[in-house]
């Protein structure tokens, strides 16, 4: 198990932008992929994009496509999530996970999540 730390949420105007990172210790974070999964209020929990091992695949939800990009840094045990052109649906709790690339399901670690709000 990995101990997984996000942050860099806040609040931004519609069309801003943030960078979220989720620091891991524990276990190697290298061997793990990595996904993005946000909570809106009232809404299940959905997947928003994944980084596998090496940083070298990536894939989005449809919902966030050409405008979030993840990146990883296994030096730093960091991943990222940049976000661009928000939009006030994006506002919701932001949470990385080590996941199964493949498939994109959770394997278990969880970070606390980190808030971020789109004014309109």
């Known amino acids: 198990q990995v101990q997984l730390v996000e942050s860099g949420g806040g609040l931004v105007q519609a069309g801003g932008s943030l960078r979220l990172s989720c620091t891991a210790s524990?276990?190697?974070?290298?061997?793990?992929?990595m996904g993005w999964f946000r909570q809106a209020p009232g809404k299940e929990r959905e997947f928003v994009a994944a980084?596998?091992?090496?940083?070298?695949?990536?894939y989005y939800a449809d919902s966030v496509k050409g405008r979030f990009t993840i990146s990883r840094d296994n030096t730093k045990n960091t991943v990222y999530l940049q976000m661009n052109s928000l939009k006030p649906e994006d506002t919701a709790v932001y949470y990385c996970?080590?996941?199964?690339?493949?498939?994109?399901?959770?394997?278990?670690?969880w970070g606390q999540g980190t808030q971020v709000t789109v004014s309109s």
């Open positions: 980084i596998n091992r090496n940083g070298g695949r990536t």
């Open positions: 524990g276990r190697t974070f290298s061997t793990y992929s």
């Open positions: 996970a080590t996941i199964f690339y493949d498939s994109r399901a959770p394997i278990g670690s």
